[in-house]
């Protein structure tokens, strides 16, 4: 069974550019989650998409949105790009309301590593 | 502030030592998870706690989930190089949302 894969795995910007990540989940997870992780701040919660709806976001400026396709796969893009915005993008994937049922994990994939200039 | 809090943040130790790292909260949670990240990686699950004072063990791990179902504890027995990493605890707030700590970075020196 494949894992979570996104791409690319790393990436270099310049400060006011846009960038645009994708993710592909576990094949048969409908729920696809972006996570932000950085050394000062951890794993900082982005949004959650579900059946091409977002369902759950995270404190994080306009800046940065999502989209979901109807074969799961997600992307998010970030635009006006800042210094700050340097981190590793996570997306995970799992089975719809399996966490808040306490019967399933986050599957993640390796990130994408962008890096602003 | 983060929902959840975890300590130490980092710690060292040799191979063989025990260890406990603690994940601490003010809000109460259905279940925490514990997921392990290694470098260059994604974190991966290593045990779900669902009820208060559930303890779990996982060979040399041991979980605990507290009473009040606010925090948990993570022990490790006789550390090995191989635990090396980056030690998250999570929680469900809605639907799919978790909230990570900000995690214990591990390092078991030979």
């Known amino acids: 069974k494949a894992g979570v894969t996104q791409t690319p795995r790393y990436l270099i910007k310049t400060r006011g550019q846009q960038v645009t990540l994708s993710c592909s989940p576990i094949s048969g997870h409908r729920s696809v989650s972006w996570y932000q992780q950085t050394p000062g701040q951890g794993l900082q919660f982005l949004f959650e998409?579900?059946?091409?709806?977002?369902?759950n976001k995270g404190n994080f400026p306009g800046r940065f949105s999502g989209r979901q396709f109807s074969n799961s796969r997600s992307e998010m893009n970030v635009s006006t790009l800042e210094l700050g915005d340097s981190a590793l993008y996570l997306c995970?994937?799992?089975?719809?309301?399996?966490?808040?049922?306490?019967?399933?994990?986050?599957?993640f994939g390796e990130g994408s590593r962008l890096t602003v200039l | 502030t983060q929902l959840l809090e975890q300590s130490p943040q980092f710690l060292s130790i040799q191979e063989g030592e025990n260890l406990t790292v603690y994940c601490n909260s003010s809000s109460v949670f259905s279940s925490l998870q514990w997921y392990r990240q290694e470098p260059g990686e994604g974190p991966v699950l290593l045990v779900t706690v669902v009820t208060g004072g559930e303890v779990k063990k996982l060979k040399r791990l041991t979980f605990q989930f507290g009473d009040a179902r606010k925090d948990s504890s993570l022990h490790i027995t006789a550390a090995q190089p191989g635990d090396t990493g980056l030690y998250l605890c999570a929680g469900p707030v809605q639907n799919n949302d978790m909230r990570f700590g900000a995690g214990t970075r591990l390092t078991v020196k030979p």
């Open positions: 998409y579900f059946s091409e709806t977002q369902r």
């Open positions: 995970a994937s799992s089975l719809d309301s399996a966490l808040w049922e306490n019967t399933g994990e986050l599957f």
